[in-house]
Structures are given as structure tokens and as C-alpha cells.
């Protein structure tokens, strides 16, 4: 990319400067007068070599003055100094006709004030320090803009994992709760088959720590895995009901963005065998629904919704998209918008 830009300067500035030469030297082209309205010697109109050696000449000072104003490792004051330094060693050796057709050098001839050179190249000058200011304006522009990108998706990076990594601690308690009491009723062989699904779990956080987005397949394989967990714990008391659309698997959500709905079902909910929690997951026009009755503890006390918090933030984050909440007095749903990939998503590269 940084060559390509180079290329893009290069370019610019011999188009530049073959602009200069032909804008000083265009009313000799046109008609062969000088700029001051007089006919140049008869020779002159006979001598094509000498009119496109100084057209060369004019486009090597304009090509050596415009590249010297878009050097960035130069200060402006050495940029004027040394475009004035250029611009005048040019003007000295500036080739001339004269009326018998001979080529003359204003150094070699000590005829060093001519009015016409002279006003070429002035403008020369003056046009290259004023478009080596525009460069550096828009480098500059350019330059703070870049700066100002890498430095907001930095921020969205470093929030995004302060937001992944309270996910871990969280879920790892919960576990070891759940374990802790298959250890206490002493089923080792459920102890042994739920250390394997929770090593199972831990291993698709830790595979996914790297990325932040996933496939819907990939999402509902490790889902399937932690409600098994669930379900040593609920047992005969939760369900849950898994219905996606085919076309839908390859789509992308956030990492771990189920687990947390499910442990939210499960912690604000009373769950019992003459009650038990019925949770649903279904695809509905490219969103991904998840909903169950609400059936509130007796002593169910205010929640701080973190985890809820955390999934809304990482969408927003990773997906400029909101997930929506939908609260009634006995349901309580979540809609999560699913990418299609390739999808826009944020690069927090």
C-alpha cells in the first residue's frame, strides 16, 4: 500500500510538472511568440531540436523542483532555499537562440538578465512551493485521519476483550458450582462425563479467544454442549428447543453470544419439575430468537444484567448492529442479528 502511494506522488508530480512546462511555454507553442507578444529570431522557426531541448530543459527544472517540494524529510525554509538554489542554477544555463542560429548559454555569454526566462522561472518556483504546501496539507489531513482510525479501533479492541474476558470468570464459577455438586452426591460417572463436556466448552472459548466472530454451526455445537451441563444440574427441569433454518448455519454472530442468554434464563427463573424452564431457539428472517416464560423466584432480588450488558456491547462493538429486548409480563425474549458472510463488520484489525 505504501508503494502504491509512492507511485501514486511520482506520478502526480511528473504530471505536474509537465503541466508547468507547457503552461510557461504555451504561447511559443501556440504561435511561436514569447509571452511578450514578440516574434522570436527567423532561425528559431527552423530549428525543432532547440524548441524540444527546451522543453525538455523547462520540464527537468519543473520535475527536479516539484519533487524537491514533496520531500517530507525537509523543512520549509530548506524547501524555498533549495527550490531557489535549483531554479537559478537552471536559469544560468537556460540554452538561447540568437539571430543567426547559434545556441547560446546565459553563463557562458554574460548575458544573464532576460525577462522572459526570468518570468518562467519564477512560476515555476512559486507554482512548486505552493503545490509542495498543498501536498504537505493533505499528507497532513490524510496522516491525522489514518492516526485517528487505527486509534479508535484500538480502543474498540482493548474494549471488546475487557468485555470477552468477564465472560470466562463467570462462566468458569458457575461450572465448578455445578460440579462441586455431582462431587457431593458422589455420580462420579456424571462427574467424569461433565468434566468432559466442560473441557469440551473451555476449549471452543479458548479456539475462539483469537476471533471475534463465528458461524451459527459453531455457536450452536458448543450450546448444545453447555446445556448438557445445565441439564445434570435440571434435571427433568429444563428443555430447550432448538429450531434453525438450514440456510442460516453459515451466518455469523459474536463469540459466546447464547451462553449468556441461557444462563440468564436460568438464574432469574424458578425451575422445578412441576414447572420446568422451556427455553426456544429459533432463526426468524435472518435474527436469531431466543425466548422463555418468565416464571420469577419468590425471592428473586434485582440482577445487575451483566451479561446481558456485555452481549448488547459486543454487538454494537463488533457488528454496529443492536440486539433487541423484548419484555413482557410472562416472556422474556432476545433478537440477535446474525451476518451474513462475507459480511460488514467492523475491522478492528
Known amino acids: 500500500m505504501k508503494q502504491t502511494g509512492k507511485h501514486r506522488v511520482i506520478v502526480i508530480n511528473l504530471l505536474v510538472a509537465l503541466a ?8 511559443f507553442l501556440l504561435n511561436g511568440n514569447d509571452v511578450r507578444g514578440h516574434r522570436p529570431p527567423p532561425m528559431m522557426t527552423m530549428a525543432p531540436g532547440f524548441i524540444a531541448f527546451q522543453l525538455f530543459y523547462f520540464y527537468a527544472m519543473a520535475i527536479a523542483i516539484v519533487m524537491l517540494n514533496t520531500v517530507r524529510s525537509l523543512s520549509l525554509t530548506r524547501k524555498i532555499l533549495l527550490t531557489i538554489a535549483i531554479t537559478v542554477l537552471f536559469y544560468l544555463f537556460i540554452p538561447t537562440l540568437s539571430r543567426g542560429g547559434n545556441w547560446n548559454i546565459p553563463l557562458m555569454t554574460g548575458r544573464l538578465y532576460n525577462p522572459l526566462h526570468i518570468m518562467k522561472c519564477s512560476f515555476v518556483l512559486i507554482v512548486s512551493v505552493l503545490y509542495g504546501l498543498i501536498f504537505e496539507l493533505i499528507y497532513q489531513k490524510q496522516h491525522i485521519t489514518i492516526e485517528n482510525e487505527q486509534l479508535k479501533n484500538e480502543n474498540l479492541q482493548t474494549r471488546y476483550n475487557m ?16 460440579l462441586s455438586m455431582l462431587v457431593r452426591e458422589k455420580s462420579n460417572d456424571k462427574a467424569l462425563l461433565y468434566i468432559d463436556r466442560l473441557a469440551d466448552t473451555f476449549r471452543y472459548m479458548l479456539q475462539s479467544g483469537q476471533g471475534e466472530l463465528t458461524t451459527l454451526s459453531e455457536e450452536l455445537r458448543f450450546t448444545e454442549a453447555y446445556l448438557y451441563l445445565l441439564t ?3 434435571e427433568n427441569k429444563l428443555f430447550c428447543d432448538i429450531r434453525i433454518e438450514d440456510r442460516y448455519r453459515d451466518w455469523k454472530l459474536p463469540v459466546l453470544s447464547l451462553q449468556p442468554l441461557i444462563e440468564n ?3 432469574h427463573n424458578s425451575i422445578s419439575r412441576t414447572k420446568p424452564l422451556r427455553i426456544a431457539i429459533r432463526t ?13 423466584k419468590i425471592d428473586e432480588t434485582t440482577g445487575t444484567g451483566i451479561g446481558l450488558k456485555n452481549l448488547s456491547s459486543r454487538y454494537l462493538l463488533l457488528t454496529s448492529q443492536q440486539v433487541r429486548i423484548i419484555r413482557t409480563d410472562d416472556a422474556f425474549e432476545v433478537i440477535l442479528p446474525l451476518i451474513e458472510s462475507p459480511n460488514p463488520i467492523k475491522s478492528l484489525s
Not at 20 to 27: G, M
Not at 163 to 178: M, Y
Not at 285 to 294: C, E, I, R, W, Y
Request: charged content about 10%.
Open 20 to 27: 508547468l512546462t507547457l503552461i510557461v511555454n504555451f504561447s
Open 163 to 178: 468485555l470477552a474476558n468477564q465472560i470466562s470468570p463467570h462462566f468458569l464459577f458457575n461450572s465448578l458450582n455445578s
Open 265 to 267: 434464563a436460568v438464574k
Open 284 to 296: 426468524d428472517d435472518g435474527t436469531l430468537v431466543v425466548s422463555n416464560p418468565l416464571i420469577p
Open 232 to 234: 445434570i444440574r435440571y
